[in-house]
């Protein structure tokens, strides 16, 4: 927003047709998905660092904090826009650019990082074993924290880096940051992290590629030996091997795949177009990148958690687990309120209790002989403690008694 329009009742309009409000409600959206997804991504990666301490998690869990960071300084941006009467001086709103630039760079180094650590686990699989750990972790994540914030802050320190003409009001990439710092942050981020994620693409490749073709010559081999099944025992064990190392290598190709697929689809056009920008002041691009292309570069802070939940088999167990958990706890609480409210059980009690009072029918059957000897030692077993000759007594009345009446229902000729 300019000054003119600071205190008028209209909406204002940037130069490409947005009103703030429009931009303000896309931000906020924006800043809402990426902060909850990348913390419910974050909550599972620190389940998994509980039950595994591993230094590729560690960096995978630095990717979604930054990221989270990136929702959390957009957030700044869209209450400006959706409050068209507040203006912003210039320093504060370095400021805001700087807190909005430096997870920015993080997320991006965090990727760069994720790629470095798997090429290493290929490549050097031995001396990887050795040299990663907490402490190697910890000071990689330094070490990229160090320069994310000292890149992000540096058009705050140094002057050469702000625009030299007036501020007009309106918080902006371009408004308030020289072309400069521009050209240093892609001279020693964008390209070499560019460049590198190509190689470690391209050299995994080659990797994985040489791994298929010694499956294939050992699978040659076995079936061209007469005999197969000595030749298949001595093959096995190293055709297993490599059938494994191989997937493992695909599946870490896939991964890096995928990351500098997204890091190229979302970021190259910024970086792209703002090189534009600088070398063609006529071209008038500075609103499409502000209002646009910028927004597509913030949405790689939500597409990663998304790569991760889906493509990385351990994240997506630990997001079901979680949830699962969840559901079955709400459910268990609901089960309780209604058992509360709800009479049935008493009725259900009740019946079950005329059920046990209904005489069986079996017992109504007459008593043999041996029955009559084997029923005072299970009634002894059942009814203990009692008196075991009043047991017996009472069978032996019993069995009398049924006699008797046995013998009176019998006709005298029979």
């Keep these: 927003m300019t000054p003119d329009n600071i205190g008028s009742n209209q909406p204002t309009v940037t130069s490409f047709g947005h009103s703030p409000w429009v931009m303000g409600m896309m931000l906020s959206v924006a800043s809402s998905l990426i902060i909850s997804t990348n913390l419910l991504v974050a909550a599972a990666l620190l389940k998994l660092l509980l039950k595994k301490c591993s230094q590729s998690w560690c960096f995978v869990l630095n990717l979604a904090l930054a990221d989270s960071l990136v929702g959390v300084a957009i957030t700044g941006l869209a209450t400006e826009d959706l409050s068209r009467n507040v203006s912003l001086d210039k320093t504060r709103c370095l400021l805001r650019m700087a807190f909005v630039i430096s997870p920015c760079i993080a997320s991006i180094m965090s990727m760069f990082l994720i790629s470095l650590d798997r090429y290493a686990a290929i490549k050097i699989p031995l001396r990887y074993s050795l040299l990663s750990g907490k402490g190697t972790a910890a000071g990689a994540l330094l070490v990229l924290w160090i320069i994310s914030l000292t890149m992000g802050f540096m058009p705050v320190m140094v002057r050469q880096l702000q625009v030299e003409s007036s501020y007009d009001g309106f918080c902006a990439f371009f408004s308030v940051i020289h072309n400069v710092a521009i050209v240093i942050f892609l001279s020693v981020v964008f390209f070499p992290v560019l460049a590198i994620f190509i190689y470690i693409y391209l050299d995994i490749l080659k990797i994985a590629s040489n ?204």
């Design 211 to 414: 791994h298929q073709k010694q499956i294939c010559r050992v699978r040659q081999a076995s079936s061209w030996n007469g005999d197969h099944h000595r030749q298949h025992s001595q093959h096995q064990p190293h055709h297993s091997y490599l059938r494994i190392s191989y997937w493992s290598h695909v599946k870490a190709l896939r991964t890096v795949a995928v990351l500098v697929g997204c890091f190229l689809v979302l970021w190259c056009p910024f970086f792209v177009v703002s090189i534009v920008h600088i070398l063609c002041k006529s071209c008038a691009l500075k609103a499409v990148i502000e209002n646009h292309i910028w927004l597509l570069g913030l949405s790689n802070s939500l597409i990663n958690p998304i790569v991760y939940a889906i493509w990385q088999r351990e994240v997506r167990l630990q997001l079901v687990a979680m949830f699962s958990c969840i559901a079955g706890s709400s459910l268990a609480a609901r089960a309780t309120v209604t058992e509360r409210g709800d009479p049935q059980p008493n009725v259900q009690t009740q019946a079950s209790a005329s059920r046990r009072d209904t005489l069986n029918p079996a017992l109504l059957q007459p008593i043999t002989n041996d029955e009559a000897h084997a029923g005072p030692q299970t009634a002894t077993t059942s009814l203990w403690p009692c008196d075991t000759t009043k047991v017996k007594r009472s069978t032996s009345d019993t069995v009398f008694t049924l006699y008797l009446s046995h013998k009176a229902a019998v006709p005298k000729g029979h």
